[in-house]
């Protein structure tokens, strides 16, 4: 009997022994957690390192190339993270795609516009940022490419960090910019172009915001608030659609294929209305089967826009893979031809495995990091729908076009976030309108100002946080490349 009762406290003992390992195990596994995506990213830049290696073979200039890769690699990693959550964000806030759905559809369509339709050619120094022959030595222009490339790789981490969607391309003229200046002097720098940047930073938000409010009073004018919203919903979703696949079209020849096939602002426009007309009709029998039977409620609308707003969301990975990936490895394919030819006052080429590293870091980025700022354009800024987030998607592509045929400098970021917050202002405004509207025919009393506060449908902390990171991403990534660009040359002079 005793032998039984020590047996037994043994067995008690091991039990909590192995409870113990059993919570030491969950408990290391949750920390670990937070040390996946870093892990892996390490390895992605590690193995774009090696690529680099590979490619070029043996030279003088090997190991400049292999780091400047990896940064390369870094800054791709931090676009995938940051850039592509205003094109994703608005279907996942809308409830249209799942985050695993989103990250599976933009990491197949930034790589595939990347890859197909990605820019072949770019300027030697982003855009006529900085005048090459501003420049001395070939050794000095690789250092101020270093200097950007790292400086708007940590800047972009750092704004997905607090969580503000900035313009990776705004982040890399500013690397570009600040190292200029540094190498080179203010005199170096081309002011006319900084300034036109600068202006985007309102013309941006401000045409998406317009635009994506306006199709928001549309639809609710002509469908939500309509007695008959089925029908009225059979009349104008196909309209809207094709409106939609008129401005993608255009958008995708003007922005995204550019570098396939050149067409003048006259014909992608036409290629753009005669898309509109041709997806217009067919809609039409679609959608009509698509209602039949729906209840006339607004829950019911949800699903005729919820297959376009997935189908905007892919096109609009496709063209940001395209239209960005070029500026972000653009750096890099400079400092590779500088370091192999010596040459960088000539246009540059992208080497295939520079353009493989920056296509799959996006992929890589957006997988590991995306989902942060994801949620944050979809569901924290203000609250969307697919009917929203469908005029979200709308505005973005169809500000692109009309700022491209006035000449007007814009972001996609800025463009993006944008258009979610005119959505939301201008929920806020409809609400308030039909809250007086119903007051005046009830004679009720006005609401207090507090009422009036807890009604905002947009969170202004990150209308704040947001827009002081557009303010600062030029000049901050410029300051932080001329101070890399300045411990670079203390190092190796």
């Not at 039990?15 to 390895?43: C, H, N, Q, S, W």
């Not at 010596?342 to 957006?366: E, N, R």
């Amino acid at each position: 009997m005793a032998h039984n009762d020590l047996e037994a406290r043994h067995l008690e003992t091991l039990d909590r022994d192995l409870g113990r390992f059993a919570k030491l195990e969950t408990a290391a596994g949750y920390a670990a957690r937070p040390l996946i995506g870093p892990g892996i990213a390490l390895v992605f830049i590690m193995l774009a390192g090696l690529v680099a290696a590979l490619s070029l073979g043996q030279g003088s200039n090997l190991l400049i190339v292999v780091i400047a890769a990896t940064f390369g690699a870094y800054m791709a990693l931090n676009i995938g993270a940051n850039d592509v959550a205003n094109n994703m964000g608005p279907a996942v806030g809308a409830n249209a795609l799942t985050m695993g759905g989103a990250i599976v559809i933009a990491a197949i369509f930034e790589s595939a516009g990347a890859l197909i339709a990605g820019g072949d050619v770019v300027t030697t120094i982003s855009k006529g940022i900085v005048a090459p022959d501003s420049i001395g030595a070939p050794s000095v222009f690789i250092w101020a490419m270093m200097a950007a490339l790292l400086s708007s790789a940590l800047w972009v981490n750092l704004a997905t960090w607090i969580g503000a969607p900035v313009s990776t391309t705004h982040s890399v003229v500013g690397g570009v910019m600040g190292a200029g200046i540094a190498a080179a002097g203010l005199a170096s720098v081309n002011w006319g172009m900084v300034g036109a940047i600068a202006a985007s930073w309102v013309i941006s938000p401000v045409l998406g915001g317009v635009f994506a409010a306006g199709f928001l009073w549309f639809i609710k004018a002509r469908i939500i608030y309509q007695p008959d919203k089925i029908g009225a919903a059979r009349r104008w979703v196909p309209v809207l659609v094709g409106i939609m696949a008129g401005a993608f079209a255009a958008y995708l020849a003007q922005k995204g294929l550019r570098n396939l096939i050149r067409l003048p602002m006259g014909v992608t426009l036409l290629l753009g209305l005669a898309t509109g007309i041709a997806i217009w009709l067919v809609m039409i029998p679609v959608i009509r089967r698509q209602s039949a039977g729906l209840e006339n409620r607004n829950r019911s609308l949800k699903l005729l826009f919820a297959i376009p707003l997935v189908v905007s969301a892919a096109l609009l990975s496709f063209a940001h893979g395209a239209n960005d990936v070029a500026n972000a490895v653009g750096p890099l394919a400079a400092i590779v031809q500088a370091a192999r030819a010596g040459d960088f006052g000539h246009a540059v080429t992208i080497p295939v495995w520079v353009m493989l590293i920056g296509a799959f870091g996006i992929s890589f980025g957006l997988f590991l990091f995306g989902p942060k700022l994801i949620r944050m354009v979809g569901s924290q800024i203000t609250r969307l729908n697919p009917m929203r987030a469908f005029c979200v998607a709308l505005s973005a592509a169809l500000t692109v076009i009309v700022a491209s045929a006035l000449g007007l400098p814009v972001s996609s970021t800025h463009i993006a976030v944008g258009g979610v917050f005119g959505v939301g202002f201008f929920r806020e405004w409809d609400a308030e309108r039909r809250l007086r509207m119903a007051q005046a025919e009830a004679e009720r009393p006005r609401i207090t100002p507090d009422e009036r506060r807890r009604r905002k449908l947009v969170r202004r902390s990150h209308v704040l946080t947001i827009a002081a990171a557009w303010i600062v991403t030029v000049p901050a990534a410029a300051t932080l490349s001329a101070l890399i660009f300045l411990a670079i040359r203390l190092v190796t002079v």
